[in-house]
């Protein structure tokens, strides 16, 4: 049997802990947001950074129109900009989908057309950050993918769920298109199960 002594250590031992634990758990909150909240800054500066580096190349572009061959693209490598009026999306499109990548913008999926080629352009983001407002979007929705070498025009026709493993979704088409790739839930916690795709067809 506990003696009251013990029995009263015991309680304020219990009490120190339960503080403990909550300061602790409340410092990791505040890490994480302070950490997520970075973050966002850091990839908004950078849009505004590869924005002024498309900027620049639409410049090169119209002033020396003759020098048409440029280097591969890099992953990170500025390709255009992706315009949605309707739901006022703006935002740089960067070569490639790393992890690093998509912090920064929405990534040309590799294997697709190249924005302002012919063929079907495959763009992915992320549901919580740059194609959040991808859930608004509406059949009929003008889309602008502009490059420095002009802009190409398309309108949304379709709009679907899929499977992840579903990359039917990105094969070749006659013409000129446009699929943007996102994860499906928007407010799923966690690895969401599904794609949420948007389908363009080139104008």
């Not at 590869?50 to 900027?55: F, G, K, R």
């Not at 899929?162 to 996102?182: E, F, N």
Request: neutral net charge; charged residues 20%; contains cysteine.
């Amino acid at each position: 049997m506990f003696s009251p002594t013990d029995k009263q250590g015991f309680i304020t031992r219990g009490f120190k802990f339960l503080s403990w634990m909550r300061r602790f758990f409340f410092a990791a909150g505040a890490i994480a947001v302070a950490y997520v909240a970075l973050t966002l800054l850091g990839a908004k500066l950078y849009q505004k950074e590869a924005s002024e580096i498309l900027d620049r190349q639409i410049h090169a572009e119209d002033a020396h129109p003759a020098l048409a061959a440029r280097a591969p693209n890099r992953e990170g490598d500025v390709l255009g900009r992706l315009e949605i009026p309707r739901i006022n999306l703006s935002l740089v499109i960067l070569q490639g989908t790393s992890a690093q990548t998509l912090l920064l913008g929405a990534g040309h999926i590799t294997g697709t057309a190249l924005p302002g080629e012919p063929g079907n352009v495959g763009i992915a983001g992320h549901r919580d950050t740059y194609f959040r407002d991808l859930k608004d979007i509406q059949k009929d929705d003008e889309i602008n993918l502009q490059t420095a070498s002009g802009i190409s025009r398309y309108r949304v026709d379709w709009i679907q769920i899929t499977a992840p493993r579903d990359v039917a979704i990105l094969d070749g088409r006659a013409g000129s298109s446009l699929t943007l790739v996102t994860c499906y839930p928007f407010h799923f916690i966690g690895a969401a199960p599904e794609r949420y795709v948007v389908h363009a067809r080139g104008e």
